[in-house]
């Protein structure tokens, strides 16, 4: 290890491609997930989902995981379903496995896609495909305007906490639920910094330490590693 190079801990698995531009921008990164997801029993969800699948029906996807689970249950079925979703990661999932002209809306966040579909006027009802941990903002926006919500849980979130022994600059953070599985065992070092995909994901950590925590302007992987990326450079700039 270069004790000269920035050192950086993301929380999640990243692709080869965000790996190498890490490295390329002589940064030492290590990979430590702190979540893990588990699959429902596949009886469960066929009993709720198969029938669906025959129906044209609103549906809304929030996460990646949710669309990987029912892309699997789905074989080849091309159901006939309009769908809402964040942007970025989830909405390119869904235009791979449903086809980009099933998507009606996209936004960048879970609040903003509910405004989104109150707006439209005409939906009274929509089937909300999640995790067993997700935030509230959205089925209770559904739910004041009148809209009756169906949430189908379709994978598990389970915290998987690991000790840290190393010191990091910083520590990237891409979910709330990866932030409770972090500071189960660890404390934050008054030095590192907290990269946060979201504002929820940064409100998670400003619950847990007063550190710096510097928030990223849309959901993508991509995009938060490229603004720690840019934090290190311009800081090594000013030196």
């Given at each position: 290890?270069?004790?000269?190079?920035?050192?950086?801990?993301?929380?999640?698995?990243?692709?080869?491609?965000?790996?190498?531009?890490?490295?390329?921008?002589?940064?030492?990164?290590?990979?430590?997930?702190?979540?893990?997801?588990?699959?429902?029993?596949?009886?469960?969800?066929?009993?709720?989902?198969?029938?669906?699948?025959?129906?044209?029906?609103?549906?809304?996807?929030?996460?990646?995981?949710?669309?990987?689970?029912?892309?699997?249950?789905?074989?080849?079925?091309?159901?006939?379903?309009?769908?809402?979703?964040?942007?970025?990661?989830?909405?390119?999932?869904?235009?791979?496995?449903?086809?980009?002209?099933?998507?009606?809306?996209?936004?960048?966040?879970?609040?903003?896609?509910?405004?989104?579909?109150?707006?439209?006027?005409?939906?009274?009802?929509?089937?909300?495909?999640?995790?067993?941990?997700?935030?509230?903002?959205?089925?209770?926006?559904?739910?004041?305007?009148?809209?009756?919500?169906?949430?189908?849980?379709?994978?598990?979130?389970?915290?998987?906490?690991?000790?840290?022994?190393?010191?990091?600059?910083?520590?990237?953070?891409?979910?709330?639920?990866?932030?409770?599985?972090?500071?189960?065992?660890?404390?934050?070092?008054?030095?590192?910094?907290?990269?946060?995909?979201?504002?929820?994901?940064?409100?998670?950590?400003?619950?847990?330490?007063?550190?710096?925590?510097?928030?990223g302007n849309r959901p993508a992987k991509e995009q938060l590693v490229d603004l720690a990326i840019?934090?290190?450079?311009?800081?090594?700039?000013?030196?």
């Open positions: 290890m270069d004790k000269n190079k920035t050192q950086i801990l993301c929380t999640v698995p990243l692709g080869q491609s965000l790996i190498d531009k890490v490295s390329a921008a002589r940064i030492d990164m290590d990979i430590v997930p702190f979540i893990a997801i588990g699959p429902i029993a596949a009886k469960t969800l066929e009993a709720e989902i198969l029938p669906l699948l025959q129906r044209s029906v609103y549906v809304i996807f929030t996460s990646v995981n949710a669309v990987n689970a029912l892309a699997a249950l789905k074989g080849k079925e091309n159901p006939d379903w309009k769908i809402y979703c964040i942007a970025h990661a989830t909405q390119k999932a869904i235009a791979e496995n449903f086809g980009h002209e099933k998507i009606v809306a996209v936004a960048d966040n879970a609040s903003d896609l509910a405004d989104k579909i109150i707006k439209q006027g005409d939906i009274k009802e929509l089937v909300f495909f999640c995790g067993d941990i997700h935030r509230e903002e959205l089925p209770e926006k559904l739910k004041q305007a009148g809209i009756k919500l169906r949430e189908i849980i379709v994978y598990k979130t389970m915290a998987t906490p690991h000790k840290i022994s190393k010191q990091y600059d910083a520590v990237l953070f891409f979910s709330p639920s990866a932030v409770g599985g972090f500071f189960e065992m660890n404390k934050a070092n008054k030095k590192t910094l907290f990269f946060a995909i979201g504002n929820t994901t940064a409100a998670a950590i400003s619950e847990k330490t007063g550190n710096v925590v510097i928030v840019k934090y290190f450079q311009d800081k090594k700039e000013t030196i």
